[in-house]
């Protein structure tokens, strides 16, 4: 997965180049784009390929409009940015179809240096479907393929995977790049000790990652609801708390498999709790492990907040993938917060794998202080769970 072409290992000068963008940026109300990262995580690639003369399309998925064209999903308003940011002219190509007599023509007036925005690839079912058939289309249109799309890199898709089988050549850019190296490293060849924090609602939806990491990390910090499945498998009281009832048996196989790879595998020893899941519910912290009945979990305790935070601080590789508790609840963020106050204050390469865990450290103003926000939460688990991605897989070797 590591060893593919970039698009530093190719000529583009006077090529058209199809760009696979992850521009699915939020919209409100008005359309208005109220978080531009994943733009600013494209144009180190577009910026690349404009400096070198390379007449630049750019494809892209917006939301989950189910193959039917709408205003709502539109990448209009994505259009009318990079027009405003890039040095350069993008005509924003308006089909419905995504390769329609629009995009034809303004691919074929395409200087070098110039910039054609395509509509939303999902407009068209096959994007997600079976049939080659919007693949071959985008594929008409260009000379080489490049996919800087991490965040849907774990699916097999027309515009991303299925175009590659009708262009000779298909490349990384730059942020694709990235992820591979930051990702990449942490798996194969991490500085120890090498922590993961695995947090979120759910033991059923991390299963494989914990697997893969077993075998890697020296300690998983467990938080977020999954944990008081492991909690209730070794026999502590949960209250009210999340518990996948089916997978506490796998829940203890787990952590008798973690003793016998020497790997410590860390549970909360103190809770925040309330009578009801909601923001207004009073805080409670729990003396130890124990939930008294009528009371949930909703956030790792004052103790847990600070063993989590010494081991993450004393650590030389993390990976963290899922909040402590529900963040978005004000009393309920501490755990997060913590944790994020740790790899912000360690000396140790810090990923954070998309997702939740992503929008916290932003939304706290840590973002800064990581070596690495994935841009896929998806396409990060896959990889975490040591799986190959279908939209790396399919392009060119070195």
């Known amino acids: 997965m590591l060893n593919k072409k970039t698009i530093e290992d190719i000529n583009v000068s006077g090529k058209k180049v199809l760009v696979r963008c992850d521009f699915n940026v939020p919209l409100n109300d008005q359309l208005e784009i109220t978080d531009e990262s994943r733009i600013e995580g494209a144009l180190p690639t577009i910026n690349y390929l404009l400096d070198h003369d390379a007449k630049v399309i750019l494809c892209s998925h917006l939301g989950r409009p189910k193959g039917k064209p709408s205003k709502k999903f539109s990448l209009a308003p994505v259009g009318k940015r990079l027009n405003e940011i ?5 005509v924003f190509a308006a089909d419905d179809t995504v390769v329609g007599e629009n995009a034809k023509k303004a691919v074929a007036e395409l200087k ?3 910039v054609v925005l395509l509509e939303n690839t999902r407009f068209r079912p096959e994007e997600k479907g079976e049939g080659d058939a919007l693949a071959k289309e985008l594929a008409s249109l260009a000379d080489i393929f490049v996919n800087d799309a991490f965040g849907t890199a774990h699916r097999s898709h027309a515009s991303n995977v299925g175009v590659t089988k009708f262009l000779d050549t298909s490349v990384s850019g730059y942020l694709i790049q990235k992820e591979i190296k930051f990702l990449g490293n942490a798996i194969e060849s991490p500085e120890r000790p090498f922590v993961a924090i695995l947090g979120g609602a759910k033991v059923s939806d991390k299963i494989s990652v914990i697997e893969n990491l077993l075998n890697k990390v020296d300690a998983i910090l467990i938080g977020g609801g999954m944990a008081y499945t492991f909690l209730k498998a070794q026999g502590y009281t949960v209250g009210t708390s999340l518990v996948e009832e089916d997978r506490i048996d796998y829940a203890l196989k787990m952590i008798n498999q973690a003793k016998e790879k020497g790997v410590d595998f860390v549970l909360p020893v103190d809770h925040l709790v309330g009578a009801e899941f909601s923001a207004d519910t009073e805080p409670i912290t729990t003396d130890d492990e124990n939930i008294e009945d009528g009371f949930m979990g909703l956030d790792i305790g004052p103790k847990t907040a600070k063993l989590y935070k010494d081991i993450a601080k004393d650590a030389k590789t993390v990976v963290w993938n899922g909040p402590m508790g529900v963040f978005e609840f004000e009393n309920f963020a501490k755990g997060t917060i913590a944790v994020a106050e740790g790899l912000a204050e360690a000396d140790a390469t810090t990923i954070i794998g998309g997702g939740d865990s992503a929008t916290a450290v932003n939304t706290l103003g840590f973002g800064d202080k990581m070596s690495h926000i994935s841009t896929g939460g998806g396409a990060s688990l896959t990889f975490l769970e040591g799986k190959e ?10």
Not at 389 to 398: D, Q, R
């Open 86 to 90: 890039l040095d350069t002219k993008v």
């Open 389 to 398: 991605l279908p939209g790396i897989m399919a392009l060119n070797n070195k």
């Open 112 to 114: 070098a240096g110039e």
